[in-house]
């Protein structure tokens, strides 16, 4: 892993892209029809050897998916494998699509062949210029300060992780999986281990159920956990996971899997920053977990997120009555934090951090 703060990038050439908007049936001149996904096939077949190096196939964000009543609110927590209704782009009549060429004469010679292709409509060509895309990508990414906890920097960064009270130092790769610091759940999930480090809560052993980037598992080897599961079911992102462990000296400490341990082996810190409907699915199973004392009570520390104001009362009861104590609500704009702890004056001699 570098350790350099800005690392040397070769210039990129200028690039022409061909605007279009495409339906989801298209008509060949030779009067054959296809579906938007074959007719991508079809274009990379008779343009991939004349200088096409790319198609974005069209994106729609949270805010233009409400607006078009694909969903219902527009405020998303990303996910690791998004449920088959979230194909947002599939549902749209004619979708924005970009081709890449290299010259400006494979562009222009494929906005003439398409121009004869029903429903696929040409909207324009464009230059962009040449630029450092990598110096210009890095720089968009600064240290996020997240309070009690310490901060968070790019993977690229110079420096060592440090797992000091207060003022931690852990290292990402920005794009590995959900998880960035960035977003407000990430953020109340490391101030919630902040809490619990406060307290004198242990951290022998650590569950981090859908990781993503697999940062609150490394947050909190960072911080002195000597065990962590890191639960991620997309395996795209395993690799990536370990890299990260890797930057922060822990990679002996984070194991990585696509599901939950087949032993029932308990937890003294639990993370489940997903959605609402994936923590109600899995409530038994995160709530099993969790560390109890002797006599049965709560002695571990759950913490889950990705909530909406919405969601926050049938995920709270649901964990509070597998769990028989009830949470500390945290939020940070329209996310909502529920931290479930021991009890002050429990008597299984845990400590809270509530």
Known sequence: MP???VVATSLQPATWILDLAVEAIVTLPSAETLDREAFFGWLWDRCGEEGLMGVFEGAIDA????ALGLVESPRVIDAAAAPPDRDWVGSVAAPRVACWFADETAAREAAARLANVRGCEVRG???EPQHHT????RASFAAIDVPGFGTIRPAWGEGVASGNPGDATIFIEPGAGFGTGQHET?????EALAAWRRA???LARVL???SGSGILGIAAAVC????????EIDPLVHEAIRANARRNSVGERVRVADALPATHASYDLVFANIVAAVLLEHAEAVCGRVRRGPNGGLAGCLVLSGLLGDDVPAVADRYERLLGVGPLEASLGDWHCLRFAPPAGGDDGAPSCR
Do not use: N, Y
């Open 63 to 66: 805010a233009e998916a409400a």
């Open 125 to 127: 060509l464009r230059c």
């Open 208 to 210: 981090d159920f859908g």
């Open 134 to 137: 990598d110096v210009a990508w």
């Open 200 to 202: 004198g809560g242990g």
């Open 224 to 231: 002195g956990a000597a065990e962590t599961d890191s639960i």
């Open 3 to 5: 350790s350099e703060s």
């Open 186 to 190: 990430t953020r109340l999930c490391l």
